[in-house]
Nanobody, 120 residues
Framework: QVQLVESGGGLVQAGGSLTLSCAAS????????MGWYRQAPGAQRELVAR???????TLADSVKGRFTISRDNAKNTVTLQMNSLKPEDTAVYYC??????????????WGQGTQVTVSS
């Protein structure tokens, strides 16, 4: 089994910063891309940021210049640094990883989600 455990959500005022972290644990041999998605009430889940095993990153246009994604391959963690937060960033943020397990190949895994609330 593979578990993704997120931490770091909370309540912050507009203009503030938060750091989200996600750690992968369990039995696996490799992690390809890792990323963060978010889902606001009544909206579809959307990609926020993604980072490949080679370190290449993809950021949603709405967060470019404000959010940074990074990963530590030795610790199997991915971090989302969120600066200059806006009320429209309010959502549940989900960690995602493309994880390889023996006999099963690569599959998508999701964390349980962490709430980020930005007050105006």
């Amino acid at each position: 089994q593979v578990q993704l455990v997120e931490s770091g959500g909370g309540l912050v005022q507009a203009g503030g910063s938060l750091t989200l972290s996600c750690a992968a644990s369990g039995s696996f041999f490799s992690i390809r891309a890792m990323g963060w998605y978010r889902q606001a009430p009544g909206a579809q889940r959307e990609l926020v940021a993604r980072i490949g095993g080679d370190g290449l990153t993809t950021l949603a246009d709405s967060v470019k210049g404000r959010f940074t994604i990074s990963r530590d391959n030795a610790k199997n963690t991915v971090t989302l640094q969120m600066n200059s937060l806006k009320p429209e960033d309010t959502a549940v943020y989900y960690c995602n990883a493309d994880v390889g397990r023996h006999f099963f190949g690569f599959s998508d895994y999701w964390g349980q989600g962490t709430q980020v609330t930005v007050s105006s």
